[in-house]
């Protein structure tokens, strides 16, 4: 069984400063994880991907995140929020088996403020 | 201008009717998901197919039907079976169906009338 928990439904910062996403997981296997962002009335859009190499996985328009088995971790970050990073995030963890096996967490809505 | 495109944008349906939520892909992607996202919760798995001509249930698949006849086509019905049909569906695609980068369409906000 695999499960995520995105520990802020709500994240408010200010525009040019850092940001905090958290995500903790559980998983019976050596976990492939990920953070997708959506934009209102919009698809999802991969940021970053874990899969077991770099503990420190960069992804796109300056976010990454950092793979902490010991804290069953994986923390989205950005040393510098723009206006246009407004959006919800997923932590999503994969499972092991044929087909799709994604549980995604329930999102974190990000606000940044002028 | 490959993608995923699902149409329409907007669906309203009346009590005791079946509609059906479109989704083409050019992207020569084995795999095709659908998904339902409700506020304040993550997105739920409906159906997925892994090849043409075969599909297997999700997680909430009670209330829906899909069909995949051709790769780039995944269409999704609601029947009148599910009973709380207004949610926000999301079809998804991945060149196998090993949990590798899923691409998504725009989605398709379904309401009851």
């Known amino acids: 069984a695999q499960s995520v928990t995105q520990l802020d439904s709500h994240v408010s910062v200010s525009e040019g400063t850092p940001v905090l996403l958290r995500c903790n997981y559980s998983?019976?296997?050596?976990?492939?994880l990920f953070w997708y962002v959506q934009h209102p009335n919009k698809g999802l859009q991969l940021l970053l991907k874990?899969?077991?190499?770099?503990?420190l996985v960069k992804g796109i328009n300056g976010f990454e995140a950092e793979f902490k088995k010991s804290e069953t971790s994986f923390h989205l970050t950005k040393p510098s929020a723009h206006m246009s990073d407004a959006a919800e995030y997923f932590c999503?963890?994969?499972?092991?088996?044929?087909?799709?096996?994604?549980?995604f967490g329930t999102g974190t809505q990000l606000k940044v403020e002028l | 201008d490959g993608g995923i495109t699902q149409s329409p944008k907007y669906l309203f349906r009346k009590e005791g009717q079946n509609v059906t939520l479109s989704c083409e892909q050019n992207l020569n992607h084995d795999a095709m998901y659908w998904y339902r996202q409700d506020p304040g919760q993550g997105l739920r798995l409906i159906y997925y197919s892994q090849i043409v001509n075969d599909f297997q249930k999700g997680d909430i698949a009670e209330g829906y039907s899909v069909s995949r006849e051709k790769k780039e086509s995944f269409p999704l019905t609601v029947t009148s079976a599910q009973k709380n049909p207004t949610a926000f569906y999301l079809c998804?695609?991945?060149?196998?169906?090993?949990?590798?980068?899923?691409?998504f369409g725009s989605g398709t906000q379904l309401s009851v009338l």
């Open positions: 998983s019976s296997y050596s976990p492939s």
């Open positions: 874990y899969t077991s190499a770099a503990t």
């Open positions: 998804a695609s991945s060149p196998t169906g090993d949990n590798e980068k899923l691409f």
């Open positions: 999503v963890v994969s499972g092991v088996g044929g087909g799709n096996k994604l549980t």
